[in-house]
């Protein structure tokens, strides 16, 4: 009976090809090509979760040198962007810690601080003004398309956490966006 | 997209969060320093034809200069040695004159 070949997406297929190009013969275009194709949405979370443009790239470079350092250990139990995605959360993660601040998914807080009354916010603004761990859930699934699932195993928390955390987290911004399409209009 | 039901429900409208969907990238930098880390701790290799490191090339043009050291000074020791003129003769034993095989007479 003939075998029937595993179907993957075309780029996760080439993910692999790819890793076992930089494993095998250490191949630096090999790791470049990862390193375009992957590190779009891995800096666009950065940018939204760390303080500064320079923390972000910290944030991406440190989580790129802890991948391909530990790229033997990756045993395709998820896709490479997910596993991608953990170590940048674990970096930013530790970036605050050292900073004072944390990523506290399980916390029942939202929203840092609301804008003053009158002041007019973006959409940018209103997501930076989610707590941490809300803002990362949101972005993980609104923004990236992680399931809970595997949002649950990026933060290390419970998907019914993931969950609450995201519902938390729209409400807000509905709230903060429709207190600014009000200003907007009077 | 996650096709989760429970988190569609009170899904923001999608092209609002098309807007947070941008792309950006770090500085140029980043990747060099990246790369050049992993290839410092033999993750990466090199690739030819790609600019090497200043103590690299260095190393490189030191090596050659002793390397071209050595040959110089090896071509100049068989240079003198074929201008040279060659060492005196020593006299042996077959140089000394035959003697006859019948006595002379000398008176």
Not at chain 1, 132 to 139: E, I, K, Q, T, Y
Not at chain 2, 17 to 35: C, F, G, H, K, Y
Not at chain 2, 58 to 84: C, D, K, Q, S, T
């Amino acid at each position: 009976m003939p075998s029937i070949p595993v179907r993957m997406p075309p780029d996760e297929l080439s993910d692999r090809r790819l890793v076992g190009a930089v494993l095998e013969f250490g191949s630096d275009p090999a790791f470049r090509e990862l390193y375009q194709r992957h590190t779009p949405r891995l800096h666009r979370l950065a940018l939204r979760m760390a303080p500064t443009r320079d923390d972000a790239d910290d944030a991406v470079q440190e989580a790129w040198l802890r991948a391909a350092t530990g790229l033997r250990t990756f045993a395709w139990q998820s896709t490479l962007a997910t596993w991608l995605f953990g170590i940048t959360l674990n970096v930013l993660r530790e970036q605050s810690a050292r900073a004072g601040r944390g990523i506290d998914v399980s916390a029942d807080e939202v929203i840092l601080a609301t804008a003053p009354v009158g002041d007019t916010i973006d959409l940018e603004r209103a997501v930076r003004m989610l707590a941490p761990g809300a803002r990362a859930v949101f972005l993980l699934h609104d923004v990236e398309g992680f399931t809970h699932e595997e949002i649950a195993g990026q933060l290390g928390v419970t998907a019914g956490t993931s969950k609450t955390q995201l519902h938390r987290a729209r409400r807000a911004l509905r709230v903060m966006l429709s207190a600014h399409q009000a200003t907007e209009r009077s | 997209m996650s096709t989760d039901p429970d988190s569609e429900q009170d899904a923001l409208p999608e092209e609002l969060l098309d807007r947070l969907r941008t792309t950006t990238m770090p500085d140029a930098s980043v990747e060099q320093r990246i790369v050049a880390t992993l290839e410092r701790r033999r993750v990466l290799r090199r690739t030819a034809g790609r600019p090497h490191t200043p103590w690299l090339v260095a190393a490189a043009a030191a090596a050659a200069f002793l390397i071209g050291m050595r040959v110089g000074e090896r071509r100049a020791a068989g240079a003198a040695r074929i201008a040279a003129p060659p060492p005196p003769a020593v006299a042996t034993s077959d140089d000394r004159p035959a003697l006859p095989a019948t006595p002379v007479l000398w008176f």
